[in-house]
């Protein structure tokens, strides 16, 4: 549990804290109308799948989909069309970059248990998620908004003006948006700068130091705190009650992934991750399928996506260790346990029933637009990371 937890419940409690600032500051608002109003209505779907992308690095899905999709109904009224049309895209985006993209809580416990590079995840997480975002996002939704007709929902739009932030005292979008990229380009730096630099360089030490995860989340905490709380008035009373709340959630998850690392400890100690290489390696299946398949059937029978991919990585990760898998097959291997627990999402998962509230819709359009959106995401997402794994394999 303490090995397992040392540095993915800092990460995941840091990220939490950004999250929440950023959140209560309206940087989802700003960014989502902010992109809706530089694409042009024909592109819009494409500039709302992006709007998801962004805002999910640091705002949880269903928070995402609480706060985003009211903003849609506008647009809908507005042009006739069905919800659905700009709804699929922005919810595309935020399921890619939700379950594929550190520094979300599902990610991250992923690659702790797996022991990857962070770095990677992020790099092949961002390569295998815009394609997914774009076949799931706005060519899925451009063509199941012919199919089926959705109506902004009435008892919702009616209710839409509570809850809205003057435009007037949102954050600028500049800053939103180099707030949520601030810790991926550190990340990402630290990694770059231990594959290119060599070892006795000042600045490979200085620039791998600031891209640990854990320091870069923590100067990403400082700056968000500072530049969307101190600076647009809040008192250190206000920020210690953010923080705070912040962390509640994140426990929840902390906990899963230190009883993911146990369970781990546990089927590596008995010696079943060689017994499932040796299965795998009669059925000749790559570790990166293997990922994807004990995912899903988690996700299937149980709802949860960040249980499936903290399950999945507990079962898949004794399996990397006994075939001495390299650092790159490793980081593709945590994105196809993502696209797993991305994948397939039905009446036992609470996504879903956020789904069919927000958008009004019957149990079976639910199925049929939300549940191919993310099934279509899950599947894309692996197949292009089992592409990626024949060729850095």
């Not at 770095?119 to 996002?137: D, E, K, R, W």
Request: proline share 5%; charged share 10%; with cysteine.
């Amino acid at each position: 549990m303490g090995g397992g937890l040392g540095q993915v419940a800092l990460v995941i409690g840091l990220g939490a804290v950004f999250g929440h600032v950023l959140q209560r500051a309206g940087a989802a608002e700003q960014l989502a109308s902010t992109l809706i109003n530089r694409f042009s209505e024909r592109n819009v779907a494409w500039g709302l799948g992006f709007a998801g992308f962004l805002v999910s690095i640091a705002v949880f899905i269903d928070v995402a989909i609480v706060i985003l999709v009211p903003m849609l109904y506008v647009i809908a009224k507005r042009t006739g069309k069905s919800l659905l049309y700009y709804g699929i895209p922005l919810c595309a985006g935020v399921s890619v970059t939700h379950t594929f993209i550190p520094p979300t809580p599902g990610p991250i416990a992923t690659a702790g248990i797996m022991n990857a590079d962070l770095g990677l995840v992020i790099l092949f997480g961002v390569v295998c998620g815009l394609p997914a975002m774009a076949v799931a996002g706005p060519i899925f939704g451009r063509w199941i908004s012919k199919k089926i007709f959705v109506p902004v929902p009435e008892e919702l739009d009616a209710s839409r003006g509570d809850g809205e932030q003057d435009p007037n005292v949102l954050p600028r979008f500049g800053s939103v948006v180099g707030a949520l990229l601030l810790p991926l380009v550190l990340i990402l730096a630290g990694t770059t700068s231990e594959a290119v630099l060599p070892e006795d360089n000042a600045a490979r030490t200085v620039i791998a130091f600031i891209g640990h995860p854990v320091i870069a989340l923590l100067l990403t905490c400082l700056y968000t705190l500072y530049f969307f709380g101190i600076r647009r008035g809040s008192s250190r009373e206000d920020l210690q009650k953010m923080t705070t709340s912040a962390l509640g959630p994140a426990g929840v998850i902390i906990l899963i992934t230190g009883a993911g690392s146990v369970f781990g400890g546990l089927l590596v100690e008995s010696g079943i991750g060689d017994v499932l290489a040796d299965w795998m390696g009669a059925m000749n299946m790559p570790i990166v399928l293997f990922g994807f398949i004990t995912a899903s059937i988690i996700r299937i029978s149980q709802g949860s996506g960040t249980v499936a991919m903290i399950t999945g990585a507990t079962l898949t990760a004794p399996v990397a260790t006994t075939m001495g898998a390299s650092d790159a097959v490793v980081a593709l291997t945590c994105i196809a346990i993502a696209s797993g627990a991305a994948a397939w999402s039905h009446v036992n998962d609470s996504g879903f029933w956020m789904a069919n509230r927000y958008f009004g819709m019957s149990v079976a359009d639910t199925l049929k637009s939300w549940t191919t959106m993310k099934t279509i995401v899950g599947l894309t997402g692996c197949a292009v990371a089992l592409t990626l794994s024949a060729f850095v394999g």
